[in-house]
């Protein structure tokens, strides 16, 4: 079954401002592929830890990355609305972030 996707929030200014920052600060470059030493154009900006699981966490750089659509789709497994091996790998990367936030949430 697919999650149904917030459309509002994508059409927030906030979210609107936010992408187009995160896109600017990376150069509209792939941050997938600059691993790779490779340059491809990025136009969407992934919530690591997927917005759907953690709303709270949707304006919060250190939760969004710029990616080209051919890693985007790399991103999910759009058949059990899950994060696939790569997206797992970048969440593994802000799992101390993660867990600060929900730390000092709880505070």
Same mark, same amino acid.
């Given at each position: 079954?697919?999650?149904?996707?917030?459309t509002?929030?994508?059409?927030?200014r906030?979210?609107?401002?936010?992408?187009?920052?995160?896109?600017?600060?990376?150069?509209?470059?792939?941050?997938?592929?600059?691993?790779?030493? #490779?340059?491809?154009?990025? #136009?969407?900006?992934?919530?690591?830890?997927?917005?759907?699981?953690?709303?709270?966490?949707g304006?919060? #750089?250190?939760?969004?990355?710029?990616?080209?659509?051919?890693?985007h789709?790399?991103?999910?497994?759009?058949?059990?609305?899950?994060?696939?091996?790569?997206?797992?790998?970048?969440q593994?990367?802000? #799992?101390?972030?993660?867990?600060?936030?929900?730390?000092?949430?709880r505070?």
């Amino acid at each position: 079954m697919s999650r149904k996707r917030n459309t509002s929030f994508y059409r927030d200014r906030r979210w609107v401002s936010r992408r187009l920052k995160m896109l600017k600060a990376d150069g509209y470059e792939c941050q997938n592929c600059r691993r790779y030493y #490779k340059t491809r154009e990025a #136009k969407t900006v992934h919530h690591i830890y997927f917005f759907e699981d953690y709303p709270e966490l949707g304006l919060l #750089k250190w939760n969004l990355v710029s990616l080209c659509s051919e890693c985007h789709n790399k991103m999910h497994d759009r058949i059990n609305d899950r994060a696939t091996k790569l997206g797992l790998e970048w969440q593994a990367k802000r #799992k101390k972030e993660f867990e600060l936030y929900f730390k000092n949430v709880r505070k």
